[in-house]
């Protein structure tokens, strides 16, 4: 049984039709790479998984029961994280705030709760040390680089165990020792029996760590196919529509 | 092998540093932050007054400015919650005058102070309530929700008054008008609460997931909603604080003065929106100090009371205000651009 089931996921936007009709599983274990020209439709597909708004027509399935999430908190719940293409983070808080977000340590002391800077500083650190990122839990986003702040976006999947980890381009904009430990990360977390969806434009990324990939193109799923019986030409001329599909 | 033990040992040092570390340190930090500028022009205004007028230092006259400016304090530190989720509440003022009105109608007909206070918390919070929602739930802006409000609010205070004065608290009226407008241990009562508020905004900005999540929602309120802050409701109770707290100030100002008429806190939200962000707030969003709001309050009620000792017609009042206001602004507006 697959840990994630779309089945004919259609999305419109009034007239737009972002995904039609859009079926994909993942199972535990597994890395799955989303591949797509500009507008396919990727990140629409991640943003229904994660709950943010539901999809036109078409069910989810996690672990073969269908769920509704009318909200990104109900998908968190299911186990699913997510980092977004545009990260969403709060450029006014500090990295380890971004990280904790929504689900902030706190200590109790007297009738009191309040918030844990400590656990919350250290952990975050560690959580970035094992990115080999150097980024300072205690500075504020607003003054981090491209690839700190992504570094901040992907730590915030590593608070929880989740079943699943949606990464939406989290490459895009980092350096290639970074880019190494995200895949590396990635590669931990399939050993682990957690399920991945990268979606990546980088080609190399996505033949490294994934264990099939699926293109789209203009919202309809062109291809489905094992990383091994395929290659990167194949993929190339799926995504341009220079093969209609496979 | 003994050179990747070394190795290994050195990194972990590296990451344990660069954990620790921080772009500015502690006082450096205060030193970058608006209250703090605030605060020395305040000091400077001080200095400079004590050589104009022998009156300035006196104790009395210490006293006074407090205690006028701990009004708007109060209210500056509600204001400060909506500020800093980029939003905006005109209503404030008139509130006032109808929370003071239905305090002095609850006392004067001998329903106690007890009474008297929870009734007027209530009608700010019900105002409070119907903005936040109006603004949360139903998406419209902030400015014309509470420009509606101040307007049915002043009216509202009218209609209930029925237009008239009220002096006779009830039996209660010696408690009241202690409160307001009486001291303890040579500090005026409402200075007094004004501190311990100013306190408990200060403790709930830095240590509680509400001031958390207020602060996120003004940063990017899209990212809180993701990581799954209620941001909408959120965004009402905000409007509820900055309600209860010109209820709180209203309680207090009628307690003080002795007497109410519908027409008192008209245009109080000028002074204090002015307040809160000359101690920094930004109408942007995202950035509160707990500590601005009476800094903030304080620095106006100083430029009035400076004026006036100094014989410059009070015609020019508002003029000093409206300039410290812009300077305030601006002087942000410069720090940000170097900042960046
Ligand atoms: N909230 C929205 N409202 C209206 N249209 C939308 C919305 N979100 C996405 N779309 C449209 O849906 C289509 C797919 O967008 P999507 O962001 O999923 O593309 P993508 O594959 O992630 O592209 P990219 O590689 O550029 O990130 C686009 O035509 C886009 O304009
Ligand atoms: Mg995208």
């Given at each position: 049984m697959s840990l994630l089931e779309l089945n004919s996921i259609t999305k419109s936007f009034g007239a737009i039709h972002a995904l039609q009709g859009v079926d994909l599983e993942v199972s535990a274990g597994e890395a799955v790479g989303l591949m797509g020209d500009n507008g396919a439709g990727k990140s629409t597909l991640m943003k229904i998984i994660a709950g943010n708004f539901p999809p036109t027509e078409g069910a989810i399935r996690i672990e073969g029961n269908e769920v509704t999430f009318s909200q990104p908190l109900d998908a968190r719940e299911a186990g699913i994280e997510i980092v977004y293409q545009d990260l969403a983070l709060c450029d006014n808080l500090t990295a380890a705030a971004n990280v904790f977000l929504g689900r902030e340590a706190k200590k109790r002391i007297g009738p009191f709760k309040m918030l844990d800077y400590k656990t919350m500083y250290q952990k975050s650190g560690e959580l970035f040390a094992e990115l080999k990122s150097e980024t300072r839990p205690r500075d504020l986003v607003r003054q981090m680089s491209g690839g700190q702040r992504q570094a901040v976006a992907i730590a915030r999947t590593r608070l929880s165990d989740p079943k699943l980890v949606l990464m939406?381009?989290?490459?895009?904009?980092?350096?290639?020792?970074?880019?190494?430990?995200?895949?590396?990360?990635?590669?931990?977390?399939?050993?682990?029996?957690h399920a991945v969806i990268l979606v990546s434009h980088r080609m190399p990324d996505v033949f490294e760590v994934c264990d099939r990939v699926a293109v789209l193109r203009r919202g309809t799923k062109v291809a489905?196919?094992?990383?091994?019986?395929?290659?990167p030409e194949e993929v190339t001329g799926l995504i341009t529509g220079a093969i209609a599909a496979a | 092998m003994t050179d990747q033990t070394h190795d290994q040992a050195s990194h972990a040092e590296i990451d344990e540093s660069i954990t620790s570390r921080q772009e500015v340190s502690g006082f450096a930090a205060i030193l970058r932050t608006q209250p703090f500028w605030v605060f020395m022009a305040i000091l400077t205004l001080g200095v400079v007054m004590s050589f104009v007028s022998d009156v300035f230092f006196t104790e009395r006259n210490m006293f006074n400015i407090t205690r006028n400016f701990a009004f708007f304090g109060i209210m500056a530190l509600g204001m400060s919650a909506v500020i800093c989720?980029?939003?905006?509440?005109?209503?404030?003022?008139?509130?006032v005058g109808l929370t003071g009105i239905v305090t002095g109608l609850i006392m004067q007909a001998g329903y106690g102070i007890e009474l008297g206070f929870i009734g007027c918390m209530l009608t700010a919070a019900a105002v409070g309530l119907v903005n936040g929602i109006l603004i949360a739930y139903l998406k419209m802006p902030p400015f014309v929700v509470t420009l509606g409000m101040m307007s049915i609010v002043v009216s509202l205070a009218r209609v209930v008054s029925d237009n008239k004065m009220i002096y006779d608290f009830g039996p209660d009226m010696d408690l009241f008008e202690w409160i307001g407008g009486e001291s303890v241990m040579g500090v005026p009562n409402v200075v007094w609460i004004m501190i311990v508020l100013t306190a408990v905004f200060w403790w709930v900005w830095r240590y509680s997931t509400w001031g958390r999540w207020v602060i996120a929602?003004?940063?990017?309120?899209?990212?809180?909603?993701?990581?799954?802050?209620?941001?909408?409701?959120?965004?009402?109770?905000?409007?509820?604080?900055?309600?209860l707290c010109a209820g709180l100030a209203a309680f207090l100002f009628v307690g003080y003065t002795g007497s109410v008429t519908n027409g008192m806190g008209f245009t109080w939200e000028l002074t204090v929106i002015a307040a809160t962000v000359i101690g920094g707030a930004n109408l942007m969003g995202g950035i509160v100090f707990a500590l601005g709001a009476p800094i903030g309050a304080a620095l106006i009620e100083l430029i009035r009371n400076s004026?006036?000792?100094?014989?410059?017609?009070?015609?020019?009042?508002?003029?000093?205000?409206?300039?410290?206001?812009?300077?305030?602004?601006?002087?942000?507006?410069?720090r940000n651009r170097g900042g960046k």
């Open positions: 939406d381009e989290p490459t895009a904009a980092i350096s290639v020792r970074q880019v190494a430990e995200v895949l590396a990360l990635i590669k931990r977390l399939k050993e682990t029996g489905d196919k094992r990383i091994d019986e395929t290659s | 989720t980029a939003g905006i509440d005109l209503s404030v003022g008139s509130l929602i003004g940063g990017n309120a899209q990212a809180a909603k993701l990581s799954g802050i209620p941001v909408e409701r959120m965004i009402v109770s905000v409007y509820v604080v900055c309600s004026l006036l000792l100094a014989g410059i017609p009070a015609m020019w009042q508002q003029f000093f205000v409206g300039l410290f206001l812009i300077i305030a602004v601006l002087l942000e507006q410069i």
